[in-house]
């Protein structure tokens, strides 16, 4: 399934800087008269020819190294990046659908953390703490967090203040604190390390144990992807030229770059292949450490690069009427699928899980045939595949079907009703499903309830509003 959140990192607008700007239009430069049209004199012309030798030589020296449609490998072995695309299991993380809040939850020992927020951008929200076996609430902080998340065994948040906290599971109280310039955000967090960039693409590296500072540099460009000890930046130089670069995760040192004939939008990788796509709708293909790239495909406006999975390359087309599959290596199509309102929701080792209008369609890694298709009359369905059962989800009509993965069997149905004395559904989203465990957003109370699975038995249900 398409996830439009998916572009956690990709949304944001990119900071241009154009190297062909209007700076020097409108200006009288010195000799100006001399050049039009008048005949130079001998030293003159020497003087004139010694002076564009200098500038030239300070140019090459000065903007080479950037403009050139080269790349380079800045020392040899350059380590070998994994693939954080195409994970087996999709989780829905958030429930981000109109007249919800935005609900974000991650688990943590016994407690499953869950912070709600009004749904517009940037706005601050609340966390509650709550026991995954009861319910209970444990603790819940003040509607000042922006964001949090959890690695390591271990909680953040950012908060309204411009800080990034380390807070204890066990009461909510401050473990660190970092003060992070004015306009930073959490832009990706990884083995162990916060990634944190403000508005001049500055990137401050922190250590989620005790907000330790591991490295800083400036104006690195956006961050776009991780791999095995890597990180992956872009420099926007202009509408036509970027710069991407490889940098060591554990101090912030290039390794390798490459230069693009495009602005990214979006960054995948699979194994040492990375794949960009850019806002001129050109996908570029480079293997790391090399200087030319592996092939290239000018896509259709609109089309989409939904998922890289074990040297596949899965194409969402405009107006997601067709899915294209073609070798990761070549280019090369491999095969295709098409249906109007389609999206990819996994790729699983042998088959193909697409989301349709009214339903889910599973198809042959290997050759895009049918191997069987679920139809429903539930309203939008939301397709999520975990642990081989595929849940389709009705927001609108509160209802959930569970299918077998690999037979297409109705497992079980639910349907969330307000209580048990009120037959009448009620718009619910599922946001978690965990440990034999299914946890809803139900929207009439904003509460968040646990379903035992396959029983479908309520566990509890827990209010999220805010308590004085």
């Not at 706005?123 to 603790?139: D, N």
């Not at 203040?161 to 109280?173: A, C, F, K, P, V």
């Not at 790391?288 to 890289?308: F, H, M, N, S, Y």
């Not at 899965?314 to 070549?330: F, K, N, Q």
């Amino acid at each position: 399934m398409h996830n439009d959140e998916e572009q956690d990192l990709f949304d944001d607008e990119f900071e241009i800087m154009d190297l062909e700007g209007e700076e020097g239009k409108g200006r009288v430069w010195p000799w100006s008269h001399v050049l039009q049209g008048q005949r130079f004199s001998r030293r003159l012309s020497r003087y004139l020819l010694f002076l564009t030798l200098l500038v030239a030589v300070i140019g090459l020296v000065v903007l080479g190294p950037n403009l050139a449609f080269v790349s380079r490998q800045l020392f040899a072995g350059a380590p070998t990046p994994v693939s954080t695309v195409g994970a087996v299991d999709k989780e829905q993380p958030a429930a981000d659908v109109p007249g919800f809040s935005m609900v974000t939850t991650a688990s943590l020992g016994d407690l499953i953390i869950v912070r709600t927020a009004p749904q517009v951008q940037n706005a601050a929200g609340r966390i509650v703490a709550l026991s995954r076996t009861t319910g209970q609430m444990r603790w819940e902080s003040q509607p000042t967090i922006l964001a949090m998340g959890v690695e390591d065994g271990k909680l953040w948040v950012q908060e309204t203040d411009n800080s990034l906290n380390g807070i204890s599971e066990r009461d909510g109280s401050l473990v660190w604190k970092r003060d992070l310039p004015a306009g930073s955000i959490v832009v990706g967090v990884r083995d162990g390390l916060i990634y944190v960039q403000n508005s001049r693409l500055d990137l401050a590296v922190y250590h989620i144990a005790d907000g330790s500072l591991q490295w800083k540099a400036a104006t690195v460009g956006r961050l776009m992807q991780f791999g095995a000890g890597m990180v992956y930046v872009v420099h926007v130089y202009s509408r036509a030229v970027s710069i991407l670069q490889a940098l060591h995760a554990s101090d912030g040192k290039i390794v390798w770059q490459y230069t693009l004939p495009l602005v990214p939008q979006s960054l995948a990788m699979d194994k040492d292949i990375v794949y960009i796509s850019g806002m001129n709708n050109l996908l570029v293909v480079v293997r790391v450490g090399t200087e030319q790239p592996l092939w290239q495909l000018q896509l259709r406006p609109g089309d989409i690069v939904a998922q890289v999975v074990a040297g596949r390359v899965y194409l969402e087309l405009a107006g997601h009427e067709r899915l294209d599959v073609l070798d990761g290596r070549t280019g090369a199509p491999a095969w295709n699928f098409q249906q109007t309102g389609l999206a990819l929701v996994s790729v699983q080792q042998d088959r193909t899980y697409v989301q349709l209008p009214q339903g889910v369609a599973v198809l042959s890694t290997r050759n895009g045939q049918m191997i069987w298709s679920y139809g429903t009359s539930i309203t939008q369905p939301e397709i999520q595949l975990h642990n081989n059962i595929v849940y389709a989800s009705s927001i609108q009509d509160g209802v959930i079907n569970a299918m077998d993965a690999r037979s297409g069997q109705l497992l079980w149905h639910y349907a969330v009703f307000s209580t048990n004395n009120k037959p009448a559904s009620q718009p619910a989203s599922v946001v978690r499903i965990e440990d034999s465990v299914l946890y809803l957003v139900v929207k009439n109370n904003l509460s968040l309830r646990a379903l035992s699975i396959p029983q479908t038995a309520q566990l509890w249900q827990t209010p999220l509003t805010y308590h004085e």
